[in-house]
């Protein structure tokens, strides 16, 4: 087995610098395109046959070090009592956000196995599929992340709804936010047993807040979710989008692996996480339009940088973009492990 | 006159904080909504009398300590040769983004008081209405800012264009950059000779950069602009929305004033900055939702960190939101003049 990527989420020594994308399966893809023209999103989320099937795409085009579940962050949330939506132009929409007592009041915590079985049907048939090959990661919206899109009912760009919630009722925003995390440890813990050997943690929102307010309001509520899932065994990684100005908190985590965007130099970013945690990232989705050597050059930079770190995975600092040349894709994980070895 | 927020500028001993606030001419006021519902966006920033009304209305309104002229910052792009339209669902619009050498090579280094005449009638009639009451900020996007715009067509969320052309082709990118930089030093330094009395440059979308590509590809337009503009002998702020991973390449700009977003802690970013610039920010525009207790509590927080900076002027990290209550923002206002003081 290939477990070059669960030994650099535990620091352990590896004979090269594994990687995975986030994304990696997606509309970049001509082979997913071709699987996703015959059905809608979400159906494809819950079709385990066939998101397996889109999961293992990249393994076998790309040749990662890791697959990641097929999945939508908002599956949990559906499954919590609100009706989800996609538009292809607005992306997700809830339909009813919350934004009251009565609104939080509704959400239930949801049993996996009952209320997401396609989440498990579709790990089970991947570990199979897989034969050890690499190792499959589980995933969730971090709570922070889950309770935004809750709140607004879709994407935000200044994230009023939420910030109003946090900042004038904020015994509300708590409550929902820890039912948000019972939710979504419960959800992780379900993925590990149903074979995930690893899970991240999706905070794509958090670089909205003022330091003082991620830690006020979001840290206590991600360091429950890690600690809680930490028993489960398996490593932990906790990815934040536009960290630069939140490291010196999020290093106070508790996951294995901090996966950082691109918008912070991966040097300056180790120094502040210290020595306790290996780091997941960070070269720039759009390096992937680079001519190869140029990219190339990133490529060997951020592993160079990343060997001060107690591990490094090689990623994305955000997910692949849809307009990238999946040769780009290839040549970009083809340099890291020519590149990338930890003598 | 209350020159508190020049001093401010230029490190000087101040009384008091002097405070404004990006886009305190807008959307939440009800005076302004009254002046813009008879007139489409673009024909009132065209219209010197009615741009100098709204000017005016939150120096009274808010007692500020600064007016910023009422513009957009797609103004001198227009006067280049582009379209600009205005949806009030996507926001603004170049008909014809620039994504080829002849595209570059058609774009003209305007003549403001040529093209852009009601500009200068504005700041004219701005400086004998404001009889030395408050100084006037003049104010154009930053050289990256207005470039993305006009590669992207409009707003973005992943800037692919323009880093395709910024990765695809440095040569023509850079000509743009340069070409765009001239534009702004020429408006700018007409903007003070018509009697603007400091001037902003708004970097609103360089936090979209890996902290390399700033240098390599921003910074060296930035520095040119600033230090063309210094020459025309008034305060230079320089603002740079999603700034916590670009500072370190940010304090080598050349001006008087930094303005940070809200991302980050302004005590570190001072830090960072060091010692020979004046700092403006960095209050959460959504703490303006705050009760009034807590959001005073947060003014003050700033103001005592701002007190290790050569200078503090007290702003929001971005601009207000139109949904913003108008009297959080008069007691925003008031509690920077009741706390804010050098000793």
Chains 1, 2 share one sequence.
Not at 24 to 33: F, H
Not at 52 to 81: C, N, R, W, Y
Not at 273 to 281: D, E, M, Y
Not at 285 to 301: N, T
Request: charged letters at 25%; a neutral charge; proline letters at 6%.
């Amino acid at each position: 087995m290939n477990d070059t990527f669960l030994k650099a989420c535990r620091g352990e020594d590896v004979p090269y610098t594994p990687v995975w994308i986030m994304r990696q399966a997606g509309r970049y893809l001509p082979e997913y395109q071709a699987v996703r023209s015959g059905i809608d999103f979400l159906t494809l989320c819950k079709t385990p046959e066939l998101a397996a099937k889109v999961t293992l795409q990249p393994v076998d085009i790309l040749g990662v070090d890791a697959a990641i579940l097929f999945s939508d962050i908002l599956i949990p949330v559906e499954a919590m009592g609100m009706r989800l939506e996609f538009s292809d132009k607005k992306g997700p929409v809830l339909t009813e956000p919350i934004r009251t007592r009565s609104g939080v009041d509704r959400l239930v915590i949801p049993d996996t196995e009952d209320a997401m079985p396609f989440v498990i049907d579709t790990i089970r048939i991947l570990r199979r599929e897989l034969e050890n090959k690499v190792p499959l990661i589980g995933f969730s919206g971090a709570p922070f992340t889950l309770t935004t899109y809750m709140i607004e009912g879709g994407s935000s760009k200044s994230f009023v709804h939420t910030k109003k919630m946090m900042f004038q009722h904020p015994g509300l925003f708590s409550m929902l936010m820890d039912r948000i995390t019972t939710t979504v440890v419960s959800y992780l813990s379900a993925q590990i047993n149903a074979g995930a050997q690893a899970v991240q943690l999706f905070d794509t929102w958090a670089g909205a807040l003022t330091p003082e307010d991620y830690k006020g309001f979001v840290m206590p509520h991600v360091k429950r979710a890690i600690s809680e899932l930490k028993k489960e065994g398996v490593p932990v990684i906790y990815f934040v989008n536009e960290c630069a100005g939140l490291l010196d908190e999020v290093k106070k985590c508790g996951a294995d692996v901090i996966g950082i965007d691109w918008r912070i130099d991966i040097e300056k970013a180790i120094k502040r996480l210290g020595k306790k945690v290996a780091v997941q990232g960070n070269l720039d989705p759009c390096a992937l339009f680079l001519p190869r050597e140029r990219m190339e050059d990133r490529v060997k930079d951020i592993l160079l940088k990343g060997e001060s770190a107690k591990g490094h995975i090689f990623n994305l600092g955000h997910g692949i973009l849809p307009e990238t040349p999946v040769e780009s894709a290839i040549a970009m994980v083809e340099a890291v492990h020519k590149y990338g070895g930890k003598q």
